[in-house]
């Protein structure tokens, strides 16, 4: 009889947490064409994802450090792809 273990949560990095809660928030973007992450400038989105980062930081993390940890993000994310060309 086949038998299959239950796999264990994967290990995410304090900087894939805050990314993937800045992009379910919407307050970033990944372009459609080369990947990189942009940006929307969306104050609402920013401070939701804050919001949330404070209530329900990961195991680990203060309240503190989980919303430097999305601080950090925004500061290092611009609001144009490198690759695409300018409008």
Do not use: V
Request: proline share 13%; net charge negative; glycine share 6%.
């Amino acid at each position: 009889m086949l038998m299959s273990k239950k796999r264990p949560p994967p290990n995410r990095t304090s900087r894939g947490w805050a990314i993937a809660l800045l992009q379910e928030a919407g307050a970033i973007r990944e372009c459609e064409d080369h990947g990189w992450m942009q940006d929307r400038t969306d104050p609402h989105a920013r401070e939701y994802a804050f919001d949330i980062a404070r209530r329900y930081p990961p195991p680990g993390l203060s309240p503190e450090s989980a919303a430097a940890e999305i601080r950090e993000i925004i500061d290092s994310i611009g609001d144009t792809c490198p690759e695409c060309p300018p409008r």
